[in-house]
Nanobody
C-alpha cells in the first residue's frame, strides 16, 4: 500500500482553481505540500500539524492557497485559488515523523516520506 497518495492535479487557466488531496496510511506529526519544477529545488508550499490547526504557508502562496486536513479520512488537502503560471510544477505530499519547529516546517530535509507527485499546469 502506498504510504502517501496524491490526486487532484491537472491543467487550468490563469485565475483558475484546483484542490489537491493526499491520503496517508502512515503515522505523521506534520504533513506538507511541496512543489518542484525541472532544474529547481523542491519548494515548500504549505504544512499542517496532524490533528491540530497550526499551519504554515509560503509567502508566494499566502492568500491564494490553503492547506487543510480531514483526520477521519487520513487526508490533507491543498486548495489552490487564483492560480498563476509560476504555480506550475509537480506537487508532492510529504510526511514528517517528528514535531517540527516553525523554521523547519517548509524545509524538504525534515520530511521522511514522499508521495509520487501530481502535476499542476497553469496556462495563460
Amino acid at each position: 500500500q502506498v504510504p502517501l497518495e496524491e490526486s487532484g492535479g491537472g491543467s487550468v487557466q490563469v485565475g483558475g482553481s484546483l484542490r489537491l488531496s493526499c491520503v496517508t496510511t502512515i503515522y505523521a506529526a506534520w504533513m506538507a505540500w511541496f512543489r518542484q519544477v525541472p532544474g529547481k529545488e523542491r519548494e515548500g508550499v504549505a504544512a499542517i500539524v496532524v490533528g491540530g490547526r497550526t499551519a504554515a504557508h509560503a509567502d508566494s502562496v499566502k492568500g491564494r492557497f490553503t492547506i487543510s486536513q480531514d483526520i477521519s479520512k487520513n487526508a490533507i488537502y491543498l486548495q489552490m485559488n487564483s492560480l498563476q503560471p509560476e504555480d506550475t510544477g509537480m506537487y508532492y505530499c510529504a510526511a514528517a515523523r517528528r514535531d517540527l519547529p516553525a523554521a523547519m516546517r517548509l524545509s524538504a530535509d525534515n520530511y521522511n516520506t514522499w508521495g509520487q507527485g501530481t502535476q499542476v499546469t497553469v496556462s495563460s
